[in-house]
């Protein structure tokens, strides 16, 4: 490849071409205006196939969904015969292969099926955000859910998009269409396919738009086995337009004596068949035709997952764009009677369901279609004489690895079954929950709608433990090369959301109870009774499951220490004149607060407090018409529950704010007046100690040493004293005195240690846990 200039010659005349042979830069800088146009292609493509689904549920809804998928494969046969000329290019066909012609044929035809009648069921919009997925996103979700090579956290994350996405249109999707769907007018079952169809979702037990959902799922997977079964034959059968066409006139055959049995079987909705040709034509050729010949180019031109990204936001925004616009402008062909019911306002709409939808189908659509980053970092454990640096790739490298999600719940529940806090707390949720599902049942039974609200309260209650078991679970997360420290201070920060959940439950049922104090609604009591004695039996388990929380956090303030520790070698590095030492001692630390575990303390608390409160209130309205004591009880309440979570709160945030321990202050005085009695050590400076989680206590020091001194014996001092204290991950940086002195040369604001560190001397200890000069 080369490149012509034009050089300006010194005599007269046109400049002379010069050429010069083209750089990588040349390449690198034409390689995007060559995929370019091939990007615009497919969105193009998208757009007219997000069209084509439009018109194609207009078209479905006066013809049989097997007539359609007849004339759609009739008419694609016609074309890839006509251009592709399938029987007389390329070798001849084998009786086993055209064995499996016909089987790739069936399945499309299977496959078909369940996408249009899925198109019936749910309308263009859904199915256009449920089936219109690339083959790669849907292998990548299914091996993050079924293997152990999912591709990390962010193909995790991908997935549960995916599903979050599935979930909004089954529970959140509110449409008026679905409703009156799942009636089945007449006309529904006009055959014994689509009575066959509606049976065997109305078994699943539920609504004809949901089971549409279900069927598009089941459709997508189905399609991406197609593909790739049809991947391998089209090699064996010269080519995949070939195997297209083949597969198209197969197809047609299969469909022929069935199409004839409905012409004569079932009464037609169509006025003339003729009027149809155009919009036929139209779904043919943007759904079947142009949709399969620009993937086909794409795919060849650009990455595999470049053609999945950018072919799924198009067709997304399209079927949004078209959700709310379409105007159904083949509405004025079709029969009379569907024209009324279009009068009707009938139509899918565009709900907030499935607008939340598109948007996390296009975040997983962008995050599963994304090449896997290979080669993760290693550790960085040092460098050779060389200066080369030297990873280490057998630790928490590997730990980025996903796991399937089947593995990932599995592996949970054993660690959570194995430490006391997390296996209470998964107890007391499963008695929750099924408490809350054995009310819903029952307020549905009743149609009680007390008993509904009381459980979808008590299922808020459970996402707080929720929360706290999955807090305890990551807490024993083994640290990595990111998080260093470990998970342990997750106990922490579930403990001041918690907190922070109760503060706002706390205002909202003052406010609530302040308006009803001035006005008392009448009660309806008839139900209160038993729903309120059944939750305060469950919460009191609870409590008692919980309350050593609550008491190991009163024995932190007075002082009571039980701990086992077990010590790793002290060690100190000497570099020239000055070195490191590291000391740790990990350990259970007694007076350490698990503000996870009173978090969820907490809100059971609050749940025994509110069903004591409904019962006294239910019994003074129902003996003396009391209705005041309802909100006198409820106001009682927010009061005992802001008051029992702002102690919580606030050691959270000492916590967080990395506050030396209010309950080691006095021994961490005592224990850095040790220090300066230590043979050989001349001055400390910049001593920070804080608490990193319930059980760890940390510490950094810097402490300066004669140069005669032996520097493992000092930091072996240094460490016994300060652990005896209640520091058990300690870092202590050593200094040699020569070094010190050479500093102290360097910067005359080094002279001031030592005047700061004889000024901690006479620091004075008060009661009160301050200090004073």
């Not at 609604?521 to 305060?536: I, R, Y």
């Not at 388990?541 to 039980?562: E, K, L, Y």
Request: with cysteine.
């Amino acid at each position: 490849m080369a490149s012509v200039e034009q050089c300006a010659g010194a005599g007269p005349g046109p400049p002379a071409p010069r050429v010069r042979a083209a750089g990588p830069d040349d390449v690198a800088w034409c390689r995007p205006l060559r995929l370019t146009k091939y990007i615009v292609l497919l969105c193009f493509t998208k757009f007219l196939k997000a069209v084509g689904l439009f018109e194609s549920y207009d078209l479905l809804k006066v013809v049989h969904v097997v007539q359609f998928i007849f004339i759609l494969k009739l008419g694609t046969a016609f074309f890839m015969v006509l251009f592709q000329k399938p029987f007389s290019s390329g070798k001849s066909i084998t009786k086993r292969q055209w064995i499996k012609i016909f089987k790739h044929a069936m399945a499309g035809c299977v496959i078909s099926l369940l996408w249009f009648f899925g198109l019936t069921l749910c309308g263009p919009l859904r199915t256009l955000l449920l089936f219109e997925h690339s083959d790669i996103v849907v292998i990548s979700l299914l091996s993050v859910l079924f293997t152990s090579s999912g591709g990390g956290p962010a193909k995790t994350r991908g997935a549960a998009f995916f599903i979050i996405a599935v979930i909004c249109l089954l529970l959140f999707d509110n449409d008026d269409l679905m409703a009156k769907m799942a009636e089945h007018p007449e006309g529904h079952h006009d055959s014994a396919l689509t009575h066959m169809l509606y049976t065997a979702i109305a078994f699943l037990g539920v609504a004809d738009h949901k089971g549409g959902v279900l069927l598009l799922v089941l459709a997508l997977c189905c399609k991406v086995g197609f593909h790739t079964a049809s991947r391998k034959l089209s090699i064996d059968v010269g080519g995949a337009k070939r195997l297209q066409a083949l597969s198209q006139i197969i197809s047609v055959l299969l469909l022929c004596p069935w199409v004839i049995v409905l012409s004569v079987t079932t009464e037609s909705k169509v006025d003339s068949w003729f009027s149809l040709i155009m919009p036929f034509s139209t779904v043919i050729f943007f759904v079947m035709i142009l949709d399969f010949y620009v993937e086909s180019i794409c795919s060849v031109k650009m990455e595999v997952s470049k053609c999945a990204r950018y072919g799924s936001f198009p067709i997304f925004i399209s079927a949004l764009l078209f959700g709310k616009f379409w105007t159904h402008p083949i509405a004025g062909q079709l029969r009379a009677v569907d024209r009324a019911a279009l009068q009707e306002g009938t139509e899918h709409v565009l709900s907030g369901g499935v607008v939340v939808s598109a948007v996390f189908f296009t975040l997983s659509a962008n995050i599963l279609s994304s090449p896997s980053k290979k080669g993760q970092k290693g550790t960085l454990i040092g460098y050779s004489p060389e200066g080369t640096p030297l990873y280490n790739f057998m630790g928490d490298a590997f730990q980025h690895s996903s796991q399937s999600i089947p593995r990932f719940i599995k592996e949970s529940l054993k660690q959570i079954l194995e430490e006391n806090d997390s296996r209470q707390i998964f107890y007391f949720l499963c008695l929750n929950l099924l408490f809350t599902f054995v009310e819903l049942f029952y307020g549905v039974l009743t149609n009680s709608l007390g008993l509904i609200s009381d459980g979808f309260h008590m299922l808020f209650d459970c996402s707080a433990l929720v929360m706290g078991l999955f807090a305890a679970l990551m807490s024993r997360w083994k640290a990595t090369r990111i998080f260093s420290y470990g998970y342990g201070r997750i106990e922490i920060l579930s403990g001041f959301i918690n907190g922070l959940f109760l503060v706002v439950i706390a205002f909202f049922v003052f406010m609530e109870s302040v308006a009803r104090l001035i006005d008392p609604p009448e009660l309806d009591t008839h139900m209160l009774t038993p729903v309120s004695v059944g939750g305060l039996i469950v919460n009191l388990i609870g409590i008692c499951a919980f309350s050593h929380a609550h008491n190991h956090s009163h024995g932190a303030s007075q002082g009571s220490c039980h701990s086992s520790d077990h010590s790793h070698s002290h060690h100190a590095h000497g570099h020239s004149d000055h070195g490191h030492g590291h000391g740790h001692s990990h350990g259970s630390a007694g007076r350490g607060m698990n503000a996870n575990m009173r978090g969820v303390f907490l809100h059971v608390l609050a749940d025994t407090l509110g069903s004591i409160g409904v019962i006294v209130s239910t019994i003074l309205i129902e003996q003396f018409g009391w209705f005041i004591a309802d909100p006198l009880c409820s106001l009682f309440i927010a009061v005992l529950i802001f008051l029992s979570v702002v102690p919580l709160i606030k050691d959270a945030c000492q916590v967080l704010l990395l506050r030396l321990p209010p309950e080691y202050e006095k021994e961490l005085h005592i224990a850095l007046e040790k220090l300066q009695k230590i043979e050989g050590l001349i001055s400390y400076r910049d001593p920070h100690f804080w608490r990193h989680s319930a059980s760890i206590v940390a510490g950094t020091i810097h402490i300066q040493v004669t140069s005669d001194v032996l520097e493992q014996r000092i930091v072996q001092q240094v460490t016994g004293i300060l652990k005896d204290a209640g520091v058990n991950n300690l870092t202590i940086q050593v200094e040699k005195e020569a070094y010190f002195q050479h500093m102290s040369g360097l910067s005359t604001g080094f002279h001031d240690v030592l005047t700061m560190t004889k000024q901690m001397e006479s620091m004075k200890y008060y009661k009160d846990g301050t200090y004073i000069m």
